[in-house]
């Protein structure tokens, strides 16, 4: 071969690797500034579809929905702690583990059976058969305190008043994922009550009317308003009731309800989209503790 067509030849190909090279290295940053792209935050509230009547005296600080119109709710406040079964319907108590007067009930999940309860200021959690509230153990995780639990089935959610989501390991209650939460590069603190609902954890944010949603792949979805339920209560002289706190979800007929501490009512909600724009100062005010 004539040396200055080889030489072509190899001008050509290292032309067309780097154009490849060159190439990938677009496709690469293009890619990486896609998924660095903020998702569209969603702003929501709701429409209360369903009220039903709720203990006054529960101090609400975990609750789900057990299937056959029937809650499951752990109760908090030093002397007045429980684990109970409630009926939807009529808010009765059908059963109830009441709790050592040194202990704080907190955040309660079901899985399987079997109903996993957090306590605030301690490490310790308690086990109970569903069917009659009986206690089956006990166990300890590794967050700095106990605030809400939540589970897809597979593992536990937990939260301890700070911004960080926690997945625990349902047999061991080892953190598997320690997950910040953020809201625009802020950070959501007080991360209260949760729910698993459609992939979604929904946590109550403590003090505050807001839900967060928050994606465990994905980070903070948006945030749902519910100021107006306690305005309601308020303003129907309802002067003792505390903050908002208690989701629970039932994935059979998808119902959310909600609830608060020493709340006489307990709402079936629906979500929608607030139309408006919202000023991120109301949202600061509102949801960020
Ligand atoms: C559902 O609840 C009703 C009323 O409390 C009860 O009579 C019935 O046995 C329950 N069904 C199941 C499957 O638990
Ligand atoms: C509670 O129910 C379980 C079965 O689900 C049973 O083994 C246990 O003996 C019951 N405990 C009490 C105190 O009734």
């Not at 505390?242 to 709402?267: H, M």
Request: charged share 20%.
């Amino acid at each position: 071969m004539h040396t200055s067509s080889l030489f072509y030849t190899k001008f050509y190909m290292a032309l067309s690797v780097s154009n490849v090279v060159f190439v990938i290295i677009i496709l690469l940053i293009s890619s990486y500034k896609l998924c660095a792209v903020e998702h569209v935050l969603s702003y929501e509230m709701v429409n209360v579809v369903n009220e039903f009547p709720h203990d006054p005296q529960a101090f609400t600080e975990g609750l789900l929905y057990g299937g056959n119109d029937t809650l499951f709710e752990s109760t908090g406040d030093y002397g007045k702690s429980s684990v109970r079964k409630v009926d939807l319907h009529t808010g009765k108590v059908e059963e109830l583990e009441k709790m050592d007067d040194s202990l704080f009930g907190e955040g309660l999940t079901l899985v399987g059976k079997r109903l996993f309860q957090l306590t605030w200021l301690q490490k310790v959690g308690f086990i109970y058969d569903q069917k009659n509230l009986s206690k089956l153990g006990t166990f300890n995780h590794e967050m700095n305190d106990g605030w809400g639990l939540a589970t897809d089935g597979k593992v536990l959610f937990g939260s301890d008043g700070s911004s960080t989501l926690y997945q625990l390991d349902p047999q061991t209650f080892k953190a598997v994922s320690k997950q910040v939460v953020y809201y625009k590069g802020k950070e959501v603190f007080n991360l209260n009550e949760l729910e698993y609902i459609n992939g979604e954890i929904w946590a109550n944010v403590f003090q505050s009317d807001c839900i967060a949603r928050i994606s465990p792949k994905d980070g903070f979805l948006g945030w749902i308003l519910l100021q107006n339920l306690r305005k309601e209560l308020l303003k129907a002289g309802n002067t003792g009731i505390d903050v908002l706190n208690g989701i629970a979800w039932d994935s059979e007929q998808n119902r959310i309800f909600v609830t608060g501490k020493l709340w006489p009512k307990l709402y079936e909600v629906k979500v929608f989209p607030i139309k408006e724009p919202i000023e991120e100062s109301v949202i600061e005010k509102l949801c960020l503790r």
